[in-house]
């Protein structure tokens, strides 16, 4: 039994496009040799002739003076500051970098394995399930009762698929992620190892008397809906809703371990950094950056294009976009310590200060 | 090999209980009609007339008016100050959450398919472990010498039990589990994906000179012994200790992506929120509430009933029950970062008004 | 088919020692007994007269007058500050907690069960991997194409190996460990259940206009290479670099539940804590302390030998050795809210102060 039962021979190494063939594909203006042969992607610092390389920000105008790429993605605006454009060609387009990372997907494409479809002989799938000839099926993948599966649909070693869950096509899970059952998962839906969909939420009544009674459970019968587009990072947990669903609307990216509790719903185009996590029944708007290790109470709602730089505890709804920040930077130890201390004694500042004032008004009216 | 062959058949849909049922059943006093019909659960701002819903909190008493909810959970005192109660259904309880809680527990289990017992053919089981009947073993499931199970026990896909691990009757644990070596599991444990229990705790001894050597590790010898009742959200993980044990006693909640160190003990029915750590051999008492992203150093004790808000960090022993915090909300970045860079020079500024205190009191005595 | 295929006969547990055979491995002189017989190690304060235990710290002299251990690990200074010897012997050697770490790392040794080599039948291993027979890979591993393991690899039960990684002699990964495709790991590199390296970086670039558009994704094309001797923590994440490598230099030690971003370096002998997190790009000297929820910002550089203390977080490169801290101790509730709210109101405060500043002037100098 041999996991290369699935995969393609190696794909050949040498890819190469020409500007021309990348213009005809992706659009933009060539300015220089459009037979200028592409062979990989490099940062401008350390491109070669063969490289495709590009500028996303002007600050970076002088590397390009003595970058050695052979063509460089530019926007029109950039191109006009350029001094010395040497024996460099360029392919003018609005958004260079968006430009670079599509060209880089055609390179990562042309020389990654495909996935072969087909299942493997050591998965575990319930006949109840609907497979469709074009998923790829890794080992010991398991597969319960009633799951669908979309076209070209890609689960790697050790996925766990609940019952009744559905995928959407092109949808591609990494080794050991666990959907529960019931969850939803979109079209070309990314996730990656060890991420948990569909777990319980964190949710029981306190029936104590004194020190005795427990803790009940509350059953959590909501569950996981990802929409088209999301990816998911390694690690990773989305908690399934208490009573309705948990929803990532599409196009949603997620860092590595995150924490997102039942019922929050975040945002079409949201983007969430690693370590961050969000209590239950948050609303979280479209096109927010919520940056690593931030922390979202429960029952908040905050608006779209809202941005809470790494670090920040939110906790209260913000109803306007904007820039949103409770973190303070290290500094050297002994500096922290001697004013972390008078911060615990700000009312007692307060009030000398006030004191003060009363004097002076005192004084100044005799 | 199908994962189905051990699941029973899918469960009716259509459960039903009287509220007479419901109070043999739980207790509480019915004010209305006994007779009337509960088909679900669901909160009152959505409750259809098939529906139980519940009052915790007077603050919600408006939405009792307007409710389509066929019957409410409610305290006798908050019954006490409805004024208009249509043709609802009470079921007076002096705790109608964990009432609420308790009858979603039958739903969801009528609802539920049951794990059949069994073992699956794709388990790799060794000779030694001791697998009661009842218990239910899914595909993939890896248990090594000398692991004991309690009866109806339960194992889904790919979980790993080590060598000489004991675990309660009617625990549970979902797929990709992994339970170390030696570790012990009370009984109706509850452990979501990806949950790694007794790994080693982090403990190495510097030996360095200059900038030669190594961290010598030191072996963790001891376990993890989970009490009764204890649940743990998926990818958490609980160090085993380094010559003792780790210790999580009953009714103790821990939520996602929670970190325990080795040798911490954990007190009866404490809740911890997702994203908090604990380090190493910290003693946190019992009923109490550690919040979402809370931090607590090593060798701490916290007493009883103590509660830490989310994002706070703990380096000095709490010896009082009682909330603690160190956590800022985020505010708008620009007022923010003005307010910070005054916080790294509180000390200047108390010395200034040291200075005006000095001054006035120079000018008065003069 | 058995999981206990690949074990060998549960090792004794009479393990013994005397401290002569100790000095002739490790080395320190014997003052006392050489022939006293050490069956276990323990702290001083449970230590019996069969046990070893060892003073690291001046500060718990006083328990040497009392313990009842049969013979203590100690430095020079510190033996002659005790004044009761007892009947105990003494192993007098420069790093008493080292030499202790490694006497335990011989009694666990003896006690344990080695994996025997052999490849469970269970295992799905491509037939182009390279598996030494003195490898012990565990039930359900997974082994792609043209991966290569070193001598005494151990793969436990579920470990999933990508395309051509290459692991080094020695390396022992626990249960449920992903391995992305084309990651390399050093000799006697340990990595805990559930750790997941070499997942994509999380970098998308946004091509948006006003709501519509589309974050695209850029291909992660780099790798992780770990050095020699790391250890990694339950469920941490590696994620593998864009366009270059992340970088995990020799002796890193790393505890569960940490973030390593695309593209870092961690210097040599660095240790990590649990939960914290670093961001991409970042540059981590040799020798620095990460504590636990810790955050550091990407594209920052910190020095050698820079501590940063539990729950800081670090927004700006740090060029000295020396600690820093950003991290605030929790308090009461109350008194923690009162002096928060004053904190975002610093600025006012500080004007207050200016204005009596300019009064007092202005009294003075009429």
Known sequence: MVASELKAPPAANDTMFTLEQLAQ??????????????????????????????????????????????????????????????????????NPYAYFARVAQCFAAAQQLPALPGIHPSAVIDPSARIPATASIGPHVVIEANAVLGARARLE??????????????????????????????????????????????????????????????????AVVLGDDVEIGANTTIDRGAMSDTVIEHGVKIDN?????????????????????????????????????????????????????????????LSKPGVYTSAFPAIENAAWNRNAALMRNLDKMKARLKQLEALILTSQNK
Chains 1, 2, 3 share one sequence.
């Open 157 to 222: 070693a050790h996925v766990y698929i609940g019952q009744g869950v559905t995928i959407g096509d092109d949808a591609h899970l990494s080794a050991q992620v666990t959907v529960y059952h019931g969850c939803t998962l979109g079209a070309r839906t990314r996730i990656h190892a060890g991420a948990v969909i569909g777990a319980d939420g964190f949710g029981f009544a306190p029936d104590f008397k004194g020190d005795t009674g427990e803790w009940v459970k509350i059953p959590q019968t909501g």
């Open 25 to 94: 594909q992706f659009g933009g203006e060539i300015v220089g040799d459009s037979a200028c042969c592409i062979r990989g992607l490099a940062p401008l610092e350390s491109a070669q002739p063969q490289h495709l390389s590009f500028l996303a920000n002007p600050k970076y105008l002088a590397q390009l003076e003595t970058t050695q790429a052979g063509a460089v993605l530019i926007t029109r605006a950039d191109l006009l500051k350029v001094k010395n454009r040497g024996a460099r060609s360029f392919l003018v387009a609005p």
């Open 257 to 317: 371990l995150v924490q997102i509790a039942h019922n929050c719903r975040i945002g079409a185009y949201t983007v969430i950094a690693a370590c961050a996590g969000i209590a239950g029944s948050t609303v979280i708007g479209r096109h927010c950056m919520i940056g690593g290790a931030v922390g979202i109470a429960g029952h908040l709602t905050l608006a779209d294009r809202v941005i809470v730089t790494a670090k920040s505890g939110v906790s209260k709804s």
